[in-house]
Structure formats: structure tokens, C-alpha cells
């Protein structure tokens, strides 16, 4: 070992020959590690680090269900996880770390053809187990070797992989982690075992890449249980034998009773049942239920926007202290846009921070209880770089999904392909939605659609649909009381006035849009109008920085919801009029309550969701003058049917103008609504297949076939299709170039700052941000106590704010942000010239977006951001 590892005191003269040399694995590296003064030093060996990353599966394993583990993870994993690594017993590796070190291998060597030592791995498996083993261990790294399987290379013989000499050393290397294991491989004899392992490995890996294992100088026995700990696997400690009313203080009604009977073992259950209804607490207790019985592993509460996964997070962790032990580590899910969770758990390499999968968006999935958008768990069925690890991070887990219905038919799809994936890992997937139309439940469960076409008049709502043991069962749920809303159509103008009128009358006021700019405008002009009366105005929607927009949520949806009343003697919800502006992010799982209602027109299912926030719970205090009534903004049929983009706006943009008309026909006479029983017969009536004459047969092509405005139902099938995860296909190089929903609405992240200045001086860089803060960054993070580099991460996360890719500005290079490196993911590194997936922007005093001397910015169009209005597109004027 001394030869190779003194090799970096003395470098060594090149020697650009392919000539064998003498070589062991017990002198292999498998890292080195770099020290607080900058300077780089020897690491692990390949053996060390191979059998602390078998160690660490054996203990993650053991954390698994019994039930999921014998499913998922045949006997003999651990070791397949301990020779992830025998790849890097390879020239180009061994080439590599010798060059950190300050010298050079005497063989010039390029394994890129054969995907590094990832490849290199799969080649020396292949030809001792299955095909599916073998990519299991050589795509740790998050792509599968495609370039080693399709390329013919023996990897005994081939030079390029050190021949002879080098692969005898990797079988010496498995035949001792045999050893050290007692194990033979694991047979791996479908793409569910193969996904469930190969994210193993990769969590395996990064937990033993972690820092207590970096010195090679420290017994990395005496780590294995607590860097499994520090990543966050513990143990779950529940408290066992709850009722119902013990963790929600109120006796379940008996539609959430009977989805509570229903969910008895692992399955697939759709409860359909109207808003307000409860269905968020009945689908928490059901998988409280699996937990207890050893069916489950965790859970994940997927909800279609960050808001409405804001809202549930506070509910959830209220269900967490009641459910688990005080000791625990495991009291709080771990939002998956949150950033508490940055300074509670560790792992290594990929997921080190700035790491690709430091982000929480990806992270949470992995945690036992994850609450946020369901895109993350659309990505572990897409081709996206680790989209195995989210396939591990879900197993065996309860997966709610929570507004189904909100989804385009393109991440419709991607959620139908989910659902039966989920099911294939031992996972209990619980739908929830208010508006779903028969077809659309036949599509998410997988039955036979021919079942589904014919119109049935008699349906009962609510309903509870099971299919559990390879058994199909509906349950007629008990309805709950109906009530009436009154309906009016209005113009934009007279809406306006009525909105001052109901909220200087005291009345809670809720105005939904369709888009973000028409939020902001409608949004200016009532505060405006405001200003000199004794009512409050606010703004809610997606672009905002996570700082300003968790500000403005705990006001307004407290203000609104039963906060705003609850336990007070004077309920704060009666002390003043107000008007809350939004756009969709209001209409779905947010418990909020509205005197009065003013919608722009949307498609049924919507309209239903936003009328679910009017007069929604029996006991809210209202003043004398409030009356369930929703005026609604929309065109008359006629001018709508011959002109959508004229008679709706921005709205045909949004939403089909075909689904919109068909919508506009069900509603137009309506002058009265009854909940919960219109809203079957409203959705079937919408939606059901029918022939088209006319202008209608016009946007019903249109819709299927597409138009240069907007992509055809058609084109978006065959979209969902090529995205889902095929195996043997390559990868995207990370997620942020993968679509899961067709248009993008916040698909670009924004880092806004109030100043930077370089510190070269201290070699730090200093950051204001728009609060006034001010952080010193260090050029080398690494430097920095974990604890604070996370910080200053986290830190940085709250600045972000989310654009369309239409409006963004243009791609900023990492070698501009660098100093950013040890703090941000900026994307793949390849070279300073190499697109970031993020910008960095300074907000002047008026509002306006530019760059500085450190970054130029380069916008497509004006931007300013405002902490009342949020991230604002600008055409012709500036933000008032």
C-alpha cells in the first residue's frame, strides 16, 4: 500500500504507453478527501469503502418491512451494494486520484465509451450474474450503463480497462467482500426489484461517502449506526392503539369511517367525496392504521401545487406529534420544498451539500414521512438521473394523492403510470378528489375504459372504490347535508364594485384567476381602491420568494380559514372586511372559508373546487350580510363558441377552449347550485364523448389534434408515453430538463439578491439580501462547519422564486456564479462556460431585475419583483 499511497509526495514522470503494470486492490483509492486548509490527501480504499457501503444496505435493510423486504430486496443485497465500486480498480480511476494527489498512473487511459467505473462494474457482473444485478450496482450514480451494455468489450482482455492485470484484481476484490459478507449475489427477477435496489445502493453509497467516514484513520465500524441515524433512518416509534378523535379531537363522520374500514390491507382506494369533507384526516388515519400493523413503511402526501402542500404540512405535523413517540426523531415530515431538514440529516456525495440531490424537492422523498408535490414522485417512474431513488424512497410507504383530478392529460398520464407502479412496490395508494368523472377513475385504477364510456345516471356521491387482493369493491358513502349557492354573471367592472361593497360590509371576499399576471392586475386595482377604506386587501399565488410567500399564507389563509375564528372570543375573521386575490393555487386542499366568491371562468371541475371554498364549514361566524352566492366572470355562449380567445382571454390560453365552451353550455342557465348533489351530474354532463357540429367540432380537433397555440390531447399521450422509464433507454442528465406537467408554469428558478461584493481580501464573497441580511460566503465552502454551509443553503433557497420558461431570462454560465458552488446546485459542472439550471438576479429599489459586475443578466422580458405583487412580467409599464 505504501508505494501507492506515497505516490502523491513525489510525482512521477508520464509514461503515455498502455503497458501493464503491477497493481492490488488492497492499494486501490476509492477517494480522497480534501482538508479544511484546501489541500487533498488520501481517502478510503476501494475495500473499505466497498464493505462500509455494504454495511451501511445490511442496516437500511433491516429498517425495511418484512413484508416489502422479502417483495423487493432478495437475500444477498448487501453485497451487491458492497461491489458497487469494484469499478474504480481501473486505470482511468486510479489515474484520476493520482492526478489530485499530485502525481500520474503510468497508463493514459479513457473508460468514457464504457460510463466510468459505473460501467466498469456492470462489465465485470455481467459475466458472473444477471443483467439486472449488474446495472442494479453499475448505476449508482444515477444513469443506467448504457454505453457499456451496447458496447463489445470483454472486460478481462480489454486494455483500455487495465486487462488481465486489473480485472483479476476486481475478482480478488469480490471474493473478499464474499467473504466478508457470507453471501452469494441476489437474483433480481423483475424491474420493481431492480428499482427498489438500485436506489438502495445509491443511498447506501452517499450515506458511506458521508463525513464520518472520510478519515481512513477512524474505525469505520464504530460509524455504521450512526451515520444510518444522522441520514435520518431511525427507527419508527409509534404510539399504538388511537382512535380517531384521540388524534384529531372529533369523532369521525361517516363517510371518513367508512374509508377507515375500507383500507385494511395493502391497495388501491379512491374515496370521491365533496370538499370540506374531511378527506385529508380519513386518508392520514387509514395509513395510520397500516403503520400500525407493519403494512407500511411511511407515507407521502402528494398535492398538486406548493401552497395547498404548505397548508397539508401544518396538518400533517399536527398528526405526526399525536402518532409518534416524544423521543423520536421522526415528529416532523419533511416538506419537500421546506428547508428545516437541511440542518437534521447528512448524507455524502451526490446529496452533500450543492450536491444534486441536496435540493429538498428531491431529498424529502427518502424521508418516512414527506409531504409536497407530486412531481417528485412522477419522477421516479420518468427517465431523470436517481429516478430510482425516489422508486427506494417510496416503497412499501402510503401514497396519497390528494386533487387528482387537477392534472393535464399528459401528467395525467404520467399519474395513471405512477399509480401502477406504486402498487408493483408494495405501496397503499389512497386517491382523494372532490371532481372526478367516471372515465377518469376507470383510467387511475387500470380497469377496462369500455366499462367506463357508457353515461351512468344513477352513480352514488360519494363513493369509496377498492381494489385490494385482486378484488374490485364500491361502497355507496353516506352523503353529507346539501346547500345552495345562488349564481350570477357578471363583467370585470361590476365585479369590482360588488367586491368593495360585500367587504366594506365586513364580508371575507375570495377572488380566483386564472393566471398570475391577471392576479396581479386585478390585485392593483383593488388596492387601490382600498386605500382609503377599512378593508384589507391580499394576494396569493406562486410566484413569490418561499420568505415572502410563506408571509403572506400565514396571514391570509388563516385570516380565511378556521384560525381566523377558532377559540377567540372575538373572532378576527368579523373585525374587518377583506378581499383575498389569487389565482389556482386557492382552489385546491386549502381549508379556507369565503363569505363571497367572484371566479374568473374556468372548466367545471374547477369552478367546483373554487366553490368548495364558499361557505364551507356550517360553524364559521359571518356578518348579517353575507349570503352563499358566487358571481361568476364569463361570456355568453354564443361569442364564446364562435371567438374563445376573444371571449375568455388569457383564460383560453390556460385552459382547452373546447372544455371551456363544453363547460360555459352545462353552466349558462344555472342560477342555482345545490352541493354536494349537481356535482356528479354537472362533470358527467361536461365531459361526456359526444359528436361535434360546427365552430364546437372546430376546438374539439383542436383539443385533440393540437393548433400552433397549444399541443393536441394526441401529441401530449405520445409525449407522456416517451417519458416514462424504459429500461435499457438513456437518461437526461438531471430532472430540471424533464417535464412533468406538458406547460411549465414555474419550471425556473430565479436567485434574488439585493447586493453581492466580492471580498477577495478574506476569498469571500458577500451576499444582501433582500430583507437586508447580509452573508459572507466563503469561496471554499467546504471550509465551513457542515451545520453552517447548510445554513447558509437553506438561507439561500428562501430567495428563490419560480418563472415560466417563456418569460425567463437567459441561461447564466456556473463559471459566473461560482461563488455559489459550495452552496447552490448549478447543474452539471463540465466546464465555467456550461449553462446553469438557476440565474441569480439583483432586485433594484424600483423593483427592476438586472445583473451586476459579477454576472451579466439578460432578460427576454422586463422583470421586477415587489414583495406585495410578487415576481412581475412587465410589457409597457413599471409595477406600481
Not at 440529516?345 to 414521512?369: C, H, I, T, Y
Not at 345562488?486 to 375570495?510: D, M, N, P, T
Not at 420568494?545 to 391570509?556: F, G, K, L, N
Request: with cysteine; charged share 20%.
Amino acid at each position: 500500500m505504501c508505494a501507492f499511497l506515497a505516490a502523491h509526495r513525489k510525482p512521477i514522470k508520464r509514461n503515455t504507453t498502455n503497458t501493464a503494470e503491477p497493481v492490488s486492490y488492497l492499494t486501490c483509492l476509492a477517494k480522497t478527501r480534501r482538508l479544511t486548509d484546501g489541500s487533498c490527501v488520501a481517502g478510503r480504499t476501494i475495500l473499505e469503502h466497498c464493505i462500509i457501503v455494504g454495511e451501511v444496505a445490511k442496516r437500511l435493510l433491516a429498517q425495511i418491512p418484512v413484508s416489502i423486504r422479502t417483495t423487493l430486496f432478495p437475500d444477498g443485497v448487501e453485497l451487491l451494494a458492497a461491489c458497487h465500486d469494484i469499478g474504480k480498480v481501473s486505470p482511468r480511476f486510479q489515474n484520476k486520484l493520482r492526478k489530485a494527489l499530485g502525481c500520474e498512473l503510468t497508463l493514459n487511459t479513457d473508460e468514457s465509451a464504457w460510463d466510468y467505473h459505473g460501467g466498469v462494474t456492470f462489465l465485470t457482473l455481467r459475466s458472473l450474474i444477471g443483467e439486472k444485478a449488474a446495472v442494479a450496482a453499475g448505476q449508482h450514480h444515477g444513469s443506467y450503463p448504457i454505453k457499456a451494455k451496447n458496447g463489445i468489450v470483454d472486460p478481462e482482455n480489454a486494455e483500455v480497462l487495465g486487462g488481465t492485470v486489473y480485472h483479476q484484481q476486481r475478482l480478488a476484490l469480490i471474493d473478499a467482500l464474499k467473504q466478508h459478507f457470507q453471501c452469494d449475489f441476489p437474483e433480481l427477477k423483475n424491474d420493481q426489484q431492480l428499482l427498489a435496489v438500485s436506489g438502495l445502493i445509491t443511498v447506501a453509497d452517499w450515506i458511506g461517502s458521508g463525513a464520518l467516514f472520510e478519515d481512513p484513520a477512524q474505525d469505520w465500524r464504530l460509524y455504521i449506526e450512526s451515520a444510518v441515524a444522522e441520514a435520518g433512518y431511525l427507527p419508527l416509534q409509534f404510539n399504538s392503539g388511537l382512535t380517531f378523535q384521540d388524534i384529531f379531537t372529533f369523532s369521525p363522520h361517516q363517510v371518513q369511517q367508512q374509508l377507515i374500514d375500507s383500507v385494511q390491507r395493502n391497495g388501491c382506494y379512491v374515496l370521491e367525496a365533496p370538499m370540506g369533507l374531511g378527506k385529508t384526516e380519513a386518508a392520514l388515519y387509514a395509513a395510520y392504521s397500516l403503520l400500525q400493523r407493519g403494512d407500511a413503511s411511511g407515507f407521502y402526501f402528494a398535492l398538486p401545487t406548493q401552497l395547498t402542500s404548505n397548508k397539508i404540512y401544518q396538518r400533517v405535523n399536527q398528526f405526526l406529534e399525536q402518532i409518534i413517540q416524544p423521543q423520536s426523531a421522526h415528529r416532523e415530515a419533511l416538506l419537500i420544498h421546506g428547508t428545516a431538514w437541511l440542518q437534521q440529516f447528512e448524507m455524502g456525495e451526490d446529496a452533500a451539500v450543492a450536491g444534486s440531490w441536496f435540493n429538498q424537492k428531491k431529498r424529502a422523498v427518502l424521508a418516512p414521512f414527506g409531504v409536497g408535490t407530486i412531481d417528485q414522485i412522477l419522477l421516479s417512474v420518468m427517465w431523470v438521473k436517481h429516478g430510482f431513488v425516489r422508486s427506494f424512497g417510496l416503497a412499501g410507504k402510503v401514497v396519497v394523492l390528494d386533487e387528482i383530478h387537477s392534472y393535464d392529460i399528459y401528467t395525467g398520464m404520467l399519474v395513471q403510470h405512477l399509480i401502477a407502479v406504486l402498487r408493483e412496490l408494495g405501496c397503499s395508494v389512497i386517491i382523494l378528489s372532490a371532481t372526478l368523472t367516471r372515465q377518469r377513475r376507470y383510467e387511475l385504477l387500470g380497469l377496462p375504459l369500455e366499462e367506463a364510456t357508457a353515461q351512468v345516471q344513477n352513480e352514488p356521491y360519494p363513493m369509496i372504490t377498492a381494489i385490494s387482493g385482486g378484488q374490485i369493491s364500491t361502497l355507496a358513502a353516506d352523503s353529507p347535508s346539501e346547500y345552495k349557492i345562488e349564481l350570477h354573471y357578471a363583467k370585470q367592472s361590476e365585479a369590482i364594485e360588488e367586491a368593495l361593497l360585500r367587504a366594506e360590509q365586513g364580508q371575507q371576499v375570495l377572488w380566483i384567476e386564472n393566471s398570475v399576471a391577471e392576479a396581479q392586475e386585478t390585485y392593483r386595482i383593488l388596492a387601490a381602491r382600498c386605500a382609503g377604506l377599512a378593508v384589507k386587501c391580499g394576494l396569493l399565488h406562486s410566484r413569490f420568494t418561499a420568505v415572502d410567500r410563506h408571509r403572506h399564507e400565514q396571514q391570509w389563509i388563516d385570516l380565511f380559514g378556521k384560525p381566523g375564528w377558532q377559540a377567540q372570543t372575538t373572532p378576527i375573521r368579523l373585525q374587518q372586511g377583506r378581499i383575498l386575490i389569487g389565482t389556482q393555487v386557492l382552489e385546491q386542499s386549502v381549508d379556507i372559508d369565503a363569505d363571497f366568491l367572484i371566479s374568473k371562468f374556468a372548466p367545471t371541475d374547477m369552478l367546483l373546487q373554487r366553490l368548495g371554498r364558499l361557505w364551507r364549514h356550517g360553524s364559521t361566524p359571518r356578518v348579517a350580510s353575507a349570503r352563499a352566492e358566487a358571481w361568476l366572470l364569463a361570456p355568453d355562449l354564443e361569442s364564446a363558441v364562435d371567438d374563445p380567445i376573444k371571449a375568455f382571454g388569457t383564460t383560453a390560453f390556460v385552459y382547452a377552449p373546447y372544455v371551456l365552451c363544453r363547460s360555459l353550455a352545462v353552466w349558462q342557465q344555472r342560477k342555482q347550485l345545490t352541493l354536494p348533489n349537481d356535482i356528479r351530474a354537472l362533470l358527467e354532463a361536461t365531459y361526456f364523448s359526444c359528436e361535434e357540429q360546427g365552430k364546437m367540432a372546430q376546438w374539439k380537433h383542436e383539443l385533440e389534434n393540437g393548433s400552433r397555440f397549444r399541443t393536441g390531447q394526441k401529441q401530449m399521450q405520445k409525449s407522456a408515453l416517451a417519458a416514462q422509464m424504459t429500461f435499457g433507454m438513456e437518461r437526461n442528465d438531471n430532472d430540471d430538463q424533464v417535464q412533468t406537467r406538458f406547460s411549465e408554469q414555474d419550471s425556473f428558478d430565479i436567485l434574488l439578491l439585493s447586493k453581492v461584493r466580492s471580498l477577495p481580501e478574506i476569498k469571500a464573497t458577500e451576499l444582501t439580501l433582500l430583507d437586508g441580511t447580509v452573508i459572507v460566503l466563503p469561496v471554499n465552502g467546504r471550509s465551513l462547519p457542515l451545520r453552517q454551509q447548510k445554513q447558509y443553503a437553506a438561507q439561500l433557497m428562501q430567495q428563490m422564486v419560480s418563472i415560466n420558461l417563456s418569460n425567463a431570462p437567459k441561461r447564466q454560465s456556473v463559471g459566473s456564479l461560482a461563488f455559489l458552488r459550495d452552496y447552490c446546485y448549478l447543474g452539471q459542472m463540465k466546464d465555467k462556460n456550461t449553462d446553469a439550471v438557476m440565474v441569480v438576479a439583483i432586485v433594484a429599489k424600483d423593483g427592476r431585475l438586472q445583473g451586476d459586475s459579477t454576472f451579466h443578466l439578460e432578460l427576454t422580458k422586463p422583470l421586477y419583483y415587489q414583495p406585495h405583487l410578487g415576481l412581475v412580467v412587465e410589457h409597457n409599464r413599471s409595477p406600481s
